[in-house]
């Protein structure tokens, strides 16, 4: 079964400067991969996905992701932070499962706090 | 605009008590999904329905239930059974060809008396 790892529970960056948001995921095959955006009594938001092709995937938002396959990674970044991207994100790994569904599973989500 | 409308936004519910959290979407989507949000823990499936009257058990069904039959509403009902009903609940549909990412509502808060 699929399974994503959100190593970082809390993220704190000061407005103007660069974030990175680590996703581990496992899957036996090739994933497909999304990042979502949540703020507070909101529903979620995709950021962007990954199906295949370019590892480098743009985003809303000035959000982008890297595919690295050999480190089971699929990172979100963003070069310059702003008060307003303060939300939890969510990483989230696609698959068939064996009845033909397509079902994602997510990670445990991580709270990015932006200080002024 | 199309979307997804979830209803109430804050529930309550006393102890013995079903409620049920409505789900609405305009997408044409075939897939319609209910997940429960709790504080670190992530979004964990509920329920999920690829056609109409036709629906599958998530991770954590114990205390729900739902039924699909329009492909428009996907209603959960939190029965009595569900000893902890208090979260965030959120609900999303997809095309269900293909890889197709999600669409979510804006979500119920469900507290308890």
Known sequence: AQSVTQPDIHITVSEGASLELRCNYSYGATPYLFWYVQSPGQGLQLLLKYFSGDTLVQGIKGFEAEFKRSQSSFNLRKPSVHWSDAAEYFCAVGAITSGGSYIPTFGRGTSLIVHP | ?113
């Open chain 2, 1 to 113: 605009d199309g979307g997804i409308t979830q209803s109430p936004k804050y529930l309550f519910r006393k102890e013995g008590q079903n409620v049920t959290l409505s789900c609405e979407q305009n997408l044409n989507h075939d897939a319609m999904y209910w997940y429960r949000q709790d504080p670190g823990q992530g979004l964990r499936l509920i329920y999920y329905s690829q056609i109409v009257n036709d629906f599958q058990k998530g991770d954590i069904a114990e205390g729900y239930s739902v039924s699909r039959e329009k492909k428009e509403s996907f209603p959960l009902t939190v029965t009595s059974a569900q000893k902890n009903p208090t979260a965030f609940y959120l609900c999303a549909s997809s095309m269900s060809r293909g890889y197709q990412p999600q669409h979510f509502g804006d979500g119920t808060r469900l507290s308890i008396l």
